[in-house]
C-alpha cells in the first residue's frame, strides 16, 4: 500500500480507505494507480481488458482515418458503395 501511494503521490491512508470501503477514487487517481500497477482503469474497475481494435494500415488506413472524419450521412454513402463493390466481387469468385 505504502509503494502504490508513493508512486501515485497519494497518502497511504487514502489506498486502505478505498481498499476496505470500496469507494471508487477520482479518475485522475485511478489512471495513475492503473499506471502504476500496469492495468487498465477498466481492470481496476473489475472490468475486463478492452479488446484492441485493429485498424487496417497503410493506404487503405489513411482512407479510412479520413472517412471516419466525413459527416455520418457521408460515411454511410460511401459503406453503401464499398459494400455493393464487395458483394459483386464475391459473386464473381463463385
Sequence with gaps: MRELARQ???????????ETTGKIP????????GKALGVTVEEL???P??????????????V?????????RQQNKIVDVIETFVAGQQSKAA
Design 8 to 18: 501515485i503521490g497519494e497518502d497511504h491512508s487514502n489506498i486502505r480507505y478505498w
Design 26 to 33: 477520482r479518475s485522475d487517481v485511478l489512471a495513475a494507480m
Design 45 to 47: 474497475l473489475g472490468q
Design 49 to 62: 481488458r478492452p479488446k484492441k481494435v485493429l485498424a487496417p494500415g497503410g493506404r487503405l488506413g489513411r
Design 64 to 72: 479510412v482515418e479520413t472517412i471516419s472524419r466525413l459527416p455520418r
